[in-house]
């Protein structure tokens, strides 16, 4: 079962984070590099949520459109256009679409993936979670996700 929850309609999606950070990092204990879970996925945004292991990396690529990466705990290195910019937690980036882009983090690292797909596309289908497969979530209660 999913973690995410019905919205207060069918154009939104709830995601418990404090939840899916520890799905995410159980599944870096044995990733090789890294570990990533997108939370929500619509023809215009994806929102994933990415752990570095210590040492690890992510190898150059680019996205399609805008993103804006929010780390949450440790600290990356972002590298784009031949410049390294150090972020820690707390510390959020944007970078234009179609940029080449690297990854890398010396003591491990979890941060928030905002993509912001063609804006121009019709939004024709309910926001959804990308497959839970090798995951599982139960529901926390109320006083545990505040806690």
């Known amino acids: 079962m999913s973690v995410v929850h ?12 404090t939840q899916e950070i520890q799905v995410v990092r159980r599944h870096l204990e044995t ?25 690890g990396e992510l190898s150059e690529h680019t996205a399609e459109g805008p993103i ?9 290195d972002f590298y784009v256009l031949g410049r390294r910019q150090t972020l820690g937690a707390g510390m959020l980036m944007s970078l234009g679409g179609g940029i080449p ?22 939004q024709t289908e309910t926001p959804s979670v990308a497959s839970t497969t090798g ?11 505040r806690r």
């Open 6 to 17: 019905e919205g207060i309609s069918r154009d939104t999606v709830s995601v418990w984070l």
């Open 68 to 76: 804006t990466i929010h780390v949450l705990d440790g600290c990356i």
């Open 101 to 122: 882009h690297s990854v890398a983090s010396a003591e491990g690292g979890l941060f928030l993936l905002t993509v912001l797909n063609d804006a121009r596309t019709p």
């Open 31 to 55: 990733a090789r590099h890294k570990a990533a879970r997108t939370l929500i996925k619509t023809p215009q945004l994806s929102v994933v949520l990415v752990a570095v292991r210590e040492g």
């Open 135 to 145: 995951f599982s979530g139960t529901r926390p209660d109320h006083a545990s996700a």
